[in-house]
């Protein structure tokens, strides 16, 4: 996470959230715009938990920098957490504004999920990633299928499903840098992942650097994460199911923040608005 990235993308979200709490159904002649206006405030709300991430990242990085300089004035000793705890709640005010996005983009198709008989309402981004994924040329299949194994696989396996058995690592760098990671150190659990990502095919072989089984998963995982955009659902599957065995590393917020962006302006474009 570079900070000035992280709120350089904040900055254009905020922007793509006024436009979309503006569209009402005065102008629309739609019987409710409530689905682009909910959208438009989980985006303002991820724009805000990103200002949050950036500054606590960079208080983080003084933190850690100060326990080398004894002479420097004390400073938060719980930016760590502070941060982490940032971090986590920018992964879920960017879920959220998933779940949002789905349900407007769902509406605008005219096919939003049905309420079962027992009250619940189905799952709304992998509903949608249902449509996407059967259209692989869509523009925003692309953005999607990458937030697909990044937003939404961090949401799960740092903050909702939370394995107690993988260890919590914690970085910080240069920049305002801050990362959580998730890893095993069961060579065993290590192994079936790696069998799920061999599963995965991509036309090119990633090039990788084989020291350790670790490394060796790592690298892999940042290939497949890459080459996202062209990974069906049953290889994207085979890659989450990965993540529950060896871990998962935070993904870069801006990349994220950037993606979500291109998606609500694929929106509005759709939606006619000006400027879009």
């Not at 990633?129 to 692309?142: F, N, Q, R």
């Not at 998730?182 to 079936?192: K, M, N």
């Not at 990349?255 to 979500?260: F, L």
Request: aromatic fraction near 6%; include cysteine; hydrophobic fraction near 45%.
């Amino acid at each position: 996470m570079d900070a000035a990235a992280v709120r350089s993308e904040a900055s254009a979200l905020a922007d793509l959230a006024l436009a979309l709490v503006r569209i009402n159904r005065d102008d629309t002649g739609e019987a409710s715009e409530k689905a682009p206006q909910d959208l438009g405030h989980a985006t303002i709300r991820l724009s805000i938990a990103l200002e949050d991430l950036a500054s606590a990242g960079e208080a983080a990085y003084a933190e850690m920098d100060s326990r080398f300089e004894p002479t420097r004035p004390p400073v938060d000793e719980l930016a760590q957490e502070r941060a982490e705890l940032a971090l986590l709640s920018a992964i879920l005010a960017g879920d959220f504004a998933l779940d949002s996005f789905a349900w407007a983009e769902l509406v605008r198709r005219s096919d939003p999920p049905r309420r079962r008989k027992d009250g619940w309402v189905p799952l709304l981004w992998p509903k949608l990633m249902e449509k996407l994924d059967a259209d692989p040329s869509d523009p925003m299949t692309s953005p999607a299928r990458y937030l697909d194994v990044t937003l939404d696989a961090a949401r799960d396996a740092l903050v909702a499903h939370r394995d107690p058995e993988l260890w919590p690592v914690v970085g910080t760098g240069t920049g305002g840098y801050f990362n959580l990671e998730l890893v095993t150190l069961d060579e065993a659990r290590l192994r079936l992942a790696l069998r799920c990502l061999n599963r995965i095919t991509i036309p090119y072989s990633p090039y990788l650097i084989e020291t350790t089984s670790r490394s060796a998963y790592r690298q892999k995982v940042e290939a497949f994460v890459e080459a996202s955009p062209i990974l069906d659902r049953t290889a994207r599957q085979n890659l989450r199911t990965a993540y529950r065995w060896a871990g998962i590393h935070s993904p870069s917020l801006a990349s994220i923040a950037q993606r979500i962006g291109q998606l609500v302006r694929i929106y509005l474009g759709r939606r006619r608005v000006a400027g879009y």
